[in-house]
């Protein structure tokens, strides 16, 4: 049974430059979670999908979009990157039962360096 | 706003028991949840709780709530050199379309010695 699984695991980009993040979810979870984990720090909620549409935002900028497939997977899109945007980025997945969600289970991450 | 507090290292022997502590603000919170993790690594999921329980076990890990406190704890029983990792707590409270962004803490490094 597939865990949580995210692409790529490290990546390095420049200030300005825009980045594409993937994950896939758990078998049998049909909402993802993303968050950002500065160095340090506890992970920081940016934002959930549900049925392709983003369902929760936290207190992150319109520079950080995602999109949600027919098959689960999600991607986080950042643009105009900039330097504190370097952080670990972690997707999770969840099974949305009636108005309840199942605990989330995450993946290992993407490790995004800006220079 | 939401605000989640733990303390940020706990030093225990191998053997001991060890009790991380986290207090939280949001009185609406409805699942409270435990995490730990290793260096390089995601998250694992360790236990949670839903809000209108006491406690609850699963094996070695003991979480006790107190709501009135707004306060969260993780007894982890004989303690081992595996145990060693950071340990997060996270709450959750439902947005009206029923959607659950975690709110953590900054997490307890939990040292082990020998």
């Known amino acids: 049974d597939a865990g949580v699984t995210q692409s790529p695991t490290h990546l390095i980009k420049t200030r300005g430059q825009q980045v594409t993040l993937r994950c896939s979810p758990k078998s049998g979870h049909d909402t993802v979670s993303w968050y950002q984990q500065a160095l340090g720090q506890g992970p920081q909620f940016i934002f959930q999908?549900?049925?392709?549409?983003?369902?929760q935002r936290g207190n992150f900028p319109d520079r950080f979009s995602g999109h949600q497939f027919p098959n689960y997977s999600s991607e986080l899109n950042v643009n105009a990157l900039l330097l504190g945007d370097s952080a670990l980025y972690l997707c999770?997945?969840?099974?949305?039962?009636?108005?309840?969600?199942?605990?989330?289970?995450f993946g290992d991450g993407t490790r995004l360096s800006i220079l | 706003g939401e605000d989640v507090e733990q303390s940020l290292f706990l030093s225990v022997r191998e053997g001991d028991s060890s009790v991380i502590n986290c207090t939280y603000t949001d009185s609406s919170s409805t699942y409270l949840y435990w995490y730990k993790q290793e260096p390089g690594a995601g998250l694992q999921l360790l236990t949670y709780?839903?809000?209108?329980?006491d406690m609850k076990q699963d094996q070695r890990l003991t979480v006790l709530l107190n709501k009135k406190d707004k306060h969260l704890s993780l007894r982890i029983a004989d303690t081992q050199t595996g145990d060693s990792a950071i340990y997060f707590c996270a709450e959750s409270s439902y947005s009206g379309g029923g959607a659950d962004g975690l709110t953590f803490g900054k997490g307890t490094h939990l040292i082990i010695q020998p």
């Open positions: 709780i839903f809000s209108n329980m």
């Open positions: 999908y549900y049925e392709e549409e983003e369902r």
């Open positions: 999770a997945s969840s099974l949305r039962k009636g108005r309840s969600n199942q605990p989330q289970h």
